[in-house]
């Protein structure tokens, strides 16, 4: 993240921790995966984002 060619504003870590927010990074529990999304509307760039939409 601190390499300005990649230009990553957060950063999501799967750990066997609870949820916490460091800086610009935010540790989940590992069984958040479930919660992934792959987004393909982007061309060229695959990212992912978490729908946490369920939970509420």
């Known amino acids: 993240m601190a390499n300005p060619e990649y ?6 870590t799967l750990c066997q ?3 916490e ?3 610009n ?3 989940l529990p590992i ?3 479930m919660f992934i999304q792959h987004n393909t509307q ?3 760039n695959d990212t ?3 729908d946490l939409t369920g939970l509420a």
């Open 21 to 23: 927010a460091v800086g």
């Open 25 to 27: 990074v935010v540790y």
């Open 31 to 33: 069984y958040m995966v």
């Open 17 to 19: 921790g609870n949820v």
């Open 48 to 50: 992912y984002k978490f």
């Open 7 to 12: 230009s990553i504003p957060r950063a999501f």
């Open 42 to 44: 982007r061309t060229g």
